[in-house]
């Protein structure tokens, strides 16, 4: 099948499935790559946690930042389904920030990673990014501003309203009365982005290379396996990744290293006109156009993006 079809079919499938995307796969080794619509930026959810990881794990290796440094942490007594860890604390804690950076990366700990925000605001990661050489990725807030949606004023019985509303409610230019989902207000990223952050932290050169261990092995620890993972992990391959969901947003973006030394990075952002909380066979699409793409490059096919 050539590239043309590949993504063909790709479109096709993501839209059976009440979604619409941006895709990319890239090889890590030759740059070659396939995707479509990487350049449009997507509200990123939970995919700043990357980024803040990395501005963080950095200023650890320049020496500014203890990692065995003791944060208070304020309970998140959260009980809106979903939210993780600390989020759900119902007592103050004290946690390291190397700690931190584990809660905040691995199981997407809104909380922890806003104790991270506090040392390392949102200012200072985009900086951190510009520093680095990595562009498209914009961090402007906080994680803790993401659970403030029409969703959480909402009982769970009626969440469907607040995906309606997320659904209905954009305007041509990606902007949004929810400023969460406006990419001008939001913490954004594209595909292309991400892929390029995957690129930079696999094969560094301007991130050190303590940095880019420390933050490989917490995405190979990420506990949210539901979405790409599924066809991307077996005995002869390596899946790590991050995950982002926000409303009727769902993303990933992640590595696949293979046991013959190939590997690729995956970006798959996406946005569904579905108004329901829990599809998992929208995941289950998200994760089949993913691996399609990667196939196909997988086989020696020239670089394409539609």
Known sequence: MSATAVVRNARDLLDEAGLHGAFLVRDLDTGAEIGFDADTPYPSASLVKVPLAVAVAERIARGELDPTRQVEVAPGRLTTPGPTGLSRFRHPARVAVDDLLYLSTCISDSVAADALFDLVPPAAVAAELRRLRIDGIAVRHRAGDLSDTPAERLDPDDAHLAHSLAIGA???????????????????????????????????????????????????????RQRLAPDFTSDASRWSSKTGTLLHLRHEVGVVEHADGQSYAVAALT????????????EATMAQVARSLHDHLRTGTLPWWG
């Open 170 to 224: 954009e305007t041509p230019g990606q902007g949004h009365p929810v400023a969460q989902l406006d990419v001008t207000r939001a913490n954004t990223g594209s595909a292309r982005a991400f892929v390029d952050l995957l690129h930079a932290l696999w094969r560094p050169s301007t991130i050190q290379q303590v940095t880019a261990a420390r933050v490989r092995a917490l995405m190979g620890d990420n506990l949210h």
């Open 271 to 282: 946005a569904s006109r579905v108004p329901a909380a829990a599809q998992p066979g929208s």
